[in-house]
């Protein structure tokens, strides 16, 4: 069964400075999306960034950008010039064969203004 | 886009009785759609799939008799929580999938309240 770690539950950041959100992942399948979530205090989920795995490049979307090393198995999501409104929870989540996602715990990002 | 509706976002509700959660996609047909569970502070909890038009797989731990669903049509699937009890307080997300995104997209969920 695959598995999507988040080990830090919280992490703050000042407004205009840069935060990594680390995600690791264990699976067996070659063939695999990655997913970060944003879900603000609304819990609309909203998607961020996509990687598929065939993909050596890092996938990236305007302030956010991903550092996806697949030996590693390690998929970490970086924001750039932090925003409040970027202030809410964060999840990172696997797809495979199954088509079923998998989700880490999340972690609760605070912007500091 | 694809875009997913929940219906109702907000529901309370009195002990024994049946609440019923729509979930519609409304600009593309969703071969399968999902239902999960969040509590406060917590991941997204995958409860079933289900596809149009066959029943519904059920996590294992999942009550399928407490919570009936049914995907009626490809645009449609609803969960219904039986004789909902305070502790099925939660809020309820759906999500739908396309053939050809491997990607679900999400409703906006519904807050459940038993009383």
């Known amino acids: 069964a695959q598995t999507v770690t988040q080990s830090q539950p919280e992490m703050s950041v000042q407004e205009a400075e840069t935060v990594t959100l680390s995600c690791t992942y264990d699976t067996s399948e070659s063939d695999y999306y990655l997913f970060w979530y944003k879900q603000p205090p609304s819990r609309q989920m909203i998607l961020v960034i996509r990687?598929?795995?065939?993909?050596?490049q890092n996938a990236t979307e305007n302030r956010f950008s991903v550092n996806f090393q697949k030996a590693a198995k390690s998929f970490s999501l970086k924001i750039s010039d932090s925003q409040l409104g970027d202030a809410a929870m964060y999840f990172c989540a696997y797809i495979g064969a199954n088509s079923k996602l998998t989700f880490g715990k999340g972690i609760t990002l605070s912007v500091r203004p | 886009g694809a875009v997913v509706s929940q219906h109702p976002s907000w529901v309370i509700c009195k002990s024994g009785t049946s609440v019923k959660i729509e979930c519609r996609s409304l600009?593309?047909?969703?071969?399968?759609m999902f239902w999960y569970r969040q509590f406060p502070k917590q991941s997204l909890m995958l409860m079933a799939t289900?596809?149009?038009?066959?029943?519904?797989?059920?996590e294992q731990g999942v009550e399928k008799d407490k919570f009936l669903i049914n995907h009626a049509s490809l645009t449609l699937s609803t969960l219904t929580v039986t004789s909902a009890h305070p502790e099925d307080s939660s809020f309820y997300i759906c999500?739908?999938?396309?053939?050809?995104?491997?990607?679900?997209?999400f409703g906006p969920g519904t807050r459940l309240t038993v009383l």
């Open positions: 289900s596809n149009e038009g066959s029943k519904a797989t059920y």
């Open positions: 600009d593309f047909q969703a071969t399968t």
């Open positions: 990687q598929e795995a065939y993909k050596q």
């Open positions: 999500s739908a999938s396309r053939p050809d995104y491997n990607e679900q997209f």
